[in-house]
Nanobody, 121 residues
Framework: QVQLVESGGGLVQAGGSLSLSCVASGRTFSSYAMGWFRQAPGKEREFVAAISWRGRSTYYAQSVKGRFTISRDNAKNTVYLQMNSLKPDDTAVYYC??????????????WGQGTQVTVSS
């Protein structure tokens, strides 16, 4: 069992940056790939980024490539999402998830509660 708690969301102006963190409980964190997803109001949840269990492979949605960076520190049971050059379209609740390295929600077994990111224009 893995429990995930996100933090770092908030309100930022367009062009600004935010760094999200997701801390996992449980001793098996390092065996899971980790992903970030987001859900904007009135929209379905979508894939943002994923990282392999060792951190050697990363994948990004086209919409965030070059602006967002996913990383992890297995010693701290934490995965990060550094978000730069934020746009109003990035406004959403951001979720971290643990599972198999993939862009599909169904591949992830554990989910956090989410953290709100709001980008003002």
């Amino acid at each position: 069992q893995v429990q995930l708690v996100e933090s770092g969301g908030g309100l930022v102006q367009a062009g600004g940056s935010l760094s999200l963190s997701c801390v996992a409980s449980g001793r098996t964190f390092s065996s899971y790939a980790m992903g970030w997803f987001r859900q904007a109001p009135g929209k379905e949840r979508e894939f943002v980024a994923a990282i392999s269990w060792r951190g050697r492979s990363t994948y990004y949605a086209q919409s965030v490539k070059g602006r967002f960076t996913i990383s992890r520190d297995n010693a701290k049971n934490t995965v990060y999402l550094q978000m730069n050059s934020l746009k109003p379209d990035d406004t959403a609740v951001y979720y971290c998830a643990a599972g198999v390295l993939a862009g599909q929600e169904a591949k992830y077994d554990y989910w956090g509660q989410g953290t709100q990111v709001t980008v003002s224009s």
